[in-house]
């Protein structure tokens, strides 16, 4: 068996928001501001989320085709912490949580801390990931970002 081990590397992300903690949580995770902040990674796709979010539950980011990511959440605060857990992929609508490129990165996390004071919020976001989407990272999440504190303070 030949495994290929890809090195993670942590990606980490500030900004601050003039808007309370929960309106920022709530343009993170409800449509349609989701997939308006989201679209700065997959331009035109209208991302989604689709989650109980329950810590161990199920959670899906998904692209406008279905495509997208199979994780959990590890940790819930509302609206100050949450973490997810990528488990996996779905492609076509079949889902890949054991084959050997997705244990590659199975296990890479991805989390939002906020922190509110005097009226701003603080979101350190940061997301481990493979060299290969290093780029697309950064760059979704440099200009998601700030798409979603224009959405934040309106």
């Not at 929960?22 to 902040?37: A, R």
């Not at 244990?103 to 005097?118: C, F, M, P, R």
């Amino acid at each position: 068996m030949n495994l290929k081990i890809i090195s993670m590397k942590t990606l980490q992300f500030t900004k601050e928001i003039k808007a309370p903690a929960q309106k920022v949580w709530d343009t993170l995770w409800n449509e349609p501001t989701y997939s308006q902040w989201t679209d700065a990674f997959n331009p035109g796709g209208g991302s989604k989320v689709q989650s109980d979010w329950e810590i161990g539950g199920r959670t899906l980011f998904l692209d406008g085709k279905g495509n997208g990511m199979i994780s959990t959440i590890k940790n819930k605060k509302e609206p100050y912490d949450i973490v997810f857990e990528h488990l996996g992929e779905v492609i076509d609508g079949k889902e890949d949580t054991t084959s050997e490129k997705v244990k590659s990165w199975s296990g890479s996390l991805e989390a939002y801390h906020l922190s509110e004071n005097n009226g701003i919020t603080k979101l350190n976001a940061s997301v481990q990931v493979g060299e290969e989407w290093e780029e697309i990272m950064n760059n979704g999440f440099t200009k998601g970002l700030e798409e979603l504190k224009k959405l934040s303070e309106q």
